[in-house]
């Protein structure tokens, strides 16, 4: 089995679903060819028969990205099929994404369907699919609260009519870290035809469980992952793109898994988003938030400063960013303060630094962080004193 993992971004499909990221054609598109840039393997344009905006942004994409396969979601309906097949018309690499829900409660209220309905709906689904496209996912909705055994039973009769990808969502996330890996790797033993098809999985993170449950999935046999640029998606969102791949990256040691994510482009991707939707990322977001790579305490300053393997377990630079950022705040030192000063033009001696250091900490107990533009004033005030008193703390250049 090898060690590759597909990224199936869905950004632009179940992240611009959730409430206040919808976004325009020329947007899904900006966006779409920074995730090519990224290396997405796999991106979701959209949900044609959802609209006809939805349905010309994915002819757009489709028409526009030539490196990642563009995906396009539809129901087991025909006319959603038909618009699916339709809107994929000019893209290069083109794939039919339909889906059905599998579990009994959705079978039951939402679908009012038997299991043997829903299996013949599947299977008809794919084999129009595949009379269009060689690339052809299913996806099992609700699959995690899905019995196991018809889940086996449904993908086997997809496989055989040509399903090329398997899916495994944990549409509510519900699932937790162990049962989800024991369901895949059940489902890696059982299906017969396994060996003509993909398990892909997509979790959502109802529980801040989705990242988990995909990499525990990828360890039982997994090998496509679905997930968005800061983990937006339906409710609590999808699995974060960023945290995955990097993960795989920071611990392939252990793990041994990699993608074809160029990670100097994951700052630039969720900036992009965050510019388009006017929607940012808590501050400690991991890899992201503005705060992952920012050090303020004291300690871990001067660690960060001395080395940053100190308190860094991956650079700035791997994920887009130029450098980790040193806050000074209360909780600061002289050493970050010194460094701060230097990249300002300051170059102090002790005793000015210790003057320095003693306004700054004054400052810092009244406002939660001291800013540039509060250092240089702090500067300033002191030049001018100095300039009065002894013509000392000077500005290097
Ligand atoms: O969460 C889910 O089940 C989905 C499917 C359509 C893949 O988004
Ligand atoms: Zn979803």
């Avoid at 700052?267 to 988003?273: D, E, G, K, Q, T």
Wanted: charged share 25%; net charge negative; proline share 3%.
């Amino acid at each position: 089995m090898n060690n590759h993992i597909t990224i199936f971004d869905t950004t632009l499909r179940d992240g611009e679903q959730s409430p206040g990221y919808s976004m325009n054609r020329s947007e899904k598109l900006r966006l779409a060819l920074q995730l090519e840039l990224l290396g997405a393997d796999v991106i979701e344009a959209g949900f044609p028969i959802a609209s006809e905006g939805d349905y010309q942004t994915v002819r757009e994409i489709g028409k526009t990205v030539k490196e990642s396969r563009v995906a396009a979601l539809c129901r087991t309906r025909k006319e959603d099929l038909e618009r699916a097949v339709s809107a994929l018309e000019f893209a290069a690499k083109p794939r039919v994404h339909t889906f059905i829900a599998t579990s009994d409660i959705h079978m039951k209220h939402k679908l009012q369907m038997t299991r043997e309905e829903v299996l013949e709906s599947a299977v008809k689904a794919v084999e129009y699919a595949k009379s269009h496209c060689d690339d052809v996912e299913f996806s099992a909705e609700d699959a995690s609260r899905s019995d196991p055994t018809f889940l086996t039973d449904i993908f086997t009769a997809v496989i055989e009519a040509g399903a090329t990808t398997i899916n495994v969502p944990d549409t509510v996330g519900y699932a937790l870290p162990w049962e989800y890996g024991e369901l895949i790797r059940t489902l890696h033993e059982k299906i017969p035809n396994i060996d003509k098809a993909v398990i892909s999985v997509h979790c959502h993170n109802d529980l801040g469980l989705a990242v988990a449950n995909s990499l525990m999935a990828v360890r039982n046999g997994a090998r496509q992952v679905e997930c968005t640029i800061n983990g937006i998606g339906e409710r609590a969102g999808n699995a974060s793109l960023e945290e995955v791949v990097m993960a795989m990256k920071t611990r392939l040691g252990d793990m041994n898994f990699d993608t074809s994510v160029n990670t100097s482009q994951i700052c630039p991707s969720s900036r992009m988003l965050t510019e388009i939707t006017g929607k940012g990322v808590q501050p400690n977001k991991a890899i992201v938030g503005e705060n992952a790579f920012a050090h303020e305490a004291g300690i871990h300053q001067h660690g960060v400063l001395k080395n940053p393997l100190t308190y860094e377990i991956m650079t700035p630079e791997s994920v887009g960013l130029n450098c980790n950022r040193l806050v000074i705040g209360k909780h600061s030192g002289r050493h970050a303060l010194c460094k701060k000063l230097e990249e300002l033009g300051y170059n102090l001696n002790k005793e000015d630094l210790n003057r320095v250091y003693s306004e700054v900490t004054k400052l810092a107990d009244e406002q939660k962080t001291v800013e540039d533009h509060d250092l240089i004033s702090i500067m300033s005030m002191m030049i001018d004193l100095s300039a009065q008193v002894h013509g000392r703390v000077a500005p290097s250049g």
